[in-house]
């Protein structure tokens, strides 16, 4: 069973610096894809930044350069650095992964989705 865990929310000031984690866990077989999404009350959850299947890399536009997303494969982890961070970053914080498991001996490739982290950002 695949399980994605995320940390390193919490409180900070405007201007503060922040850096989430999300690793994955399970009988990985490829990881396709991870990123992070936000989302606030009431609204749709909107995209920050993400790997795409073929390595290229997505920026929100309201966050390119401020944040900046990193992975480590061999540790099935992505990283988001969040900079600079504005009061309008406050959201909880989504990993997300498209991942490849062998369950029965076939494969499959699925979403996931972790269990979302806080971030909020005030004075």
């Known amino acids: 069973q695949v399980q994605l865990v995320e940390s390193g929310g919490g409180l900070v000031q405007p201007g503060g610096s922040l850096r989430l984690s999300c690793a994955a866990s399970?009988?990985?077989?490829?990881?396709?894809?991870m990123g992070w999404y936000r989302q606030t009350s009431g609204k749709e959850r909107e995209l920050v930044a993400a790997?795409?299947?073929?390595?290229?890399?997505d920026y929100a536009d309201s966050v390119k350069g401020r944040f900046t997303i990193s992975r480590d494969n061999a540790k099935s982890t992505v990283y988001l650095q969040m900079n600079s961070l504005k009061p309008e970053d406050t959201a909880v914080y989504y990993c997300?992964?498209?991942?490849?498991?062998?369950?029965?001996?076939?494969?499959?490739?699925?979403?996931?989705w972790g269990q979302g982290t806080q971030v909020t950002v005030s004075s």
């Open positions: 399970g009988t990985i077989v490829r990881n396709n894809a």
């Open positions: 790997f795409s299947t073929w390595g290229s890399i």
């Open positions: 997300n992964a498209r991942l490849t498991t062998r369950r029965g001996g076939y494969f499959y490739t699925d979403d996931y």
